[in-house]
């Protein structure tokens, strides 16, 4: 059974940064978009950066030039890494990824179970 699990948050200062993993496990036959959400208290959980296959990149407005998505594909992780953060940044992020377990399976979506970041002095 295919897992995603993401790790590399915690509490950091403003202006500081993290490096937020997903690691993908299982039976994987191909991994397409992988996306990271985040969901701070009360708001909707919302996309704040995509990968593709072929590694071309989105960011919201709010992110771009600050984080940085990346994929390492032969360890099935992708990265996000955060600089210049600000409490507006606080939130569970979450990744997503669109992926097929068997060459003959049509692509299923999957979620990891978040990691929490926080930005406060």
């Known amino acids: 059974q295919v897992q995603l699990v993401e790790s590399g948050g915690g509490l950091v200062q403003p202006g500081g940064s993290l490096r937020l993993s997903c690691v993908a496990s299982?039976?994987?036959?191909?991994?397409?978009?992988v996306g990271w959400y985040r969901q701070a208290p009360g708001k909707q959980r919302e996309l704040v950066a995509a990968i593709t296959s072929g590694v071309g990149t989105n960011y919201i407005d709010s992110v771009r030039g600050r984080f940085t998505i990346s994929r390492d594909n032969a360890k099935n992780t992708v990265y996000l890494q955060t600089n210049s953060l600000v409490p507006e940044d606080t939130a569970v992020y979450y990744c997503?990824?669109?992926?097929?377990?068997?060459?003959?399976?049509?692509?299923?979506?999957?979620w990891g179970q978040g990691t929490q970041v926080t930005v406060s002095s």
């Open positions: 299982g039976i994987i036959f191909s991994i397409d978009t």
């Open positions: 997503n990824a669109d992926l097929r377990e068997r060459w003959y399976q049509g692509q299923r979506t999957y």
